[in-house]
């Protein structure tokens, strides 16, 4: 069982940035990975993500602002946020892409206008 562990999240003005981190214990790390994100009163939402070979796939609405990437040697991922905007305020949680273990508490991003 993958264990994950999410972190990096805070209040930021907008226009502002943030990197995430993911850490996580276990061999299926090396898997595709991804973020997602879950905004008050709405369900859940992909955010990116990341294959064993590094190419990166992202939502249209965080396209050209965030970016993927991973470093297998310390099994953590990371997300950073540039160019935040109000509607990016989520909690915003890692998980596995195609497979899925239990998820993380999350970290909290709130974007102010």
């Known amino acids: 069982q993958v264990q994950l562990v999410e972190s990096g999240g805070g209040l930021v003005q907008a226009g502002g940035s943030l990197r995430l981190s993911c850490a996580a214990s276990g061999s299926r790390f090396r898997n595709a990975m991804a973020w997602y994100r879950q905004a008050p009163g709405k369900q859940r939402e992909w955010v990116a993500t990341i294959s064993t070979g590094g190419t990166t796939y992202y939502a249209d609405s965080v396209k050209g602002r965030f970016t993927i990437s991973r470093d297998n040697a310390k099994n953590t991922m990371y997300l950073q946020m540039n160019s935040l905007k109000p509607e990016d305020t989520a909690v915003y949680y890692c998980?596995?892409?195609?497979?899925?273990?239990?998820w993380g508490q999350g970290t909290q991003v709130t974007v102010s206008s």
């Open positions: 998980n596995g892409a195609g497979w899925t273990t239990s």
